[in-house]
């Protein structure tokens, strides 16, 4: 995605030069003459694409569901006295909301102690698997940004150094610095590119991560109220 962008971003500076001598300015020039730094931002771009996408399956695929109406089928089963339905209405799916309403289902016999703490235990674990490695791409951007300074720093002192090289005609000086500046340039804008990219993921995937933890927080409450009201002398 990085690449396709800045070669289409070079290809018309590329185009215009073709004519004469100066030589391509464009990213895959620009990739040949010196792929270190750019190379390290593509293998962190990469890292970032497999993180962003992990992350948005596993929030849409374990938390698909709608909390709120499986509550309620719950509540006509745990009103009705059929626990032991509700449980197994839970084993339906291997999904976070189903396991914590099942924790609190399993000690519904225990007392409110019981199943408070059972729930609590459970949350407690589902909890850091929601923001697992959503921290991460903060530090990725930062990294990206820096390999891309840090490419474009070093790349014009390699410029400056060639261009000051004795026996350079005025053309050959011209070429190495505008491939030169050109290579800087590609560097920077990779960094920033996938530092972007991070921060937009970052935003959105926290966000959504906020809501299923204030989801599941819900959920809890709902249960616990459920159960405890339930199993009262005398119910509903």
């Not at 396709?4 to 070079?10: D, K, M, N, Q």
């Not at 089963?77 to 609190?104: E, H, S």
Request: proline content about 3%; glycine content about 8%; some cysteine.
């Amino acid at each position: 995605m990085f690449v396709a962008l800045l070669s289409s971003l070079g290809s018309a500076p590329a185009a215009a030069a073709a004519g004469g001598e100066s030589g391509s300015t464009g990213f895959m020039s620009a990739f040949k003459e010196n792929p270190t730094f750019l190379s390290l931002n593509l293998v962190v771009s990469a890292i970032v694409i497999a993180l962003i996408v992990e992350r948005a399956s596993f929030q849409l695929t374990k938390y698909r569901v709608n909390s709120k109406e499986f509550f309620a089928q719950i509540k006509k089963l745990v009103t009705a006295g059929n626990i032991d339905r509700a449980i197994k209405l839970c084993d339906a799916g291997d999904y976070p909301t189903l396991q914590l309403v099942k924790a609190g289902l399993t000690h519904a016999n225990k007392g409110p102690d019981e199943i408070d703490a059972a729930m609590s235990e459970k949350l407690g674990e589902l909890k850091p698997a929601v923001e697992k490695r959503i921290g991460s791409l903060w530090s990725l951007a930062n990294i990206a940004t820096l390999i891309g300074l840090l490419g474009t720093v070093l790349g014009l002192i390699h410029t400056f150094g060639a261009v000051s090289a004795p026996g350079l005609s005025a053309a050959d000086r011209q070429r190495i610095l505008a491939n030169g500046i050109a290579e800087a340039m590609y560097n920077t804008a990779m960094g920033l590119g996938i530092a972007v990219v991070c921060m937009i993921a970052h935003l959105v995937l926290h966000q959504r991560s906020k809501n299923i933890q204030h989801d599941l927080d819900a959920t809890q409450e709902r249960v616990f109220n459920l159960l405890t009201i339930q199993t009262r002398p005398g119910g509903y």
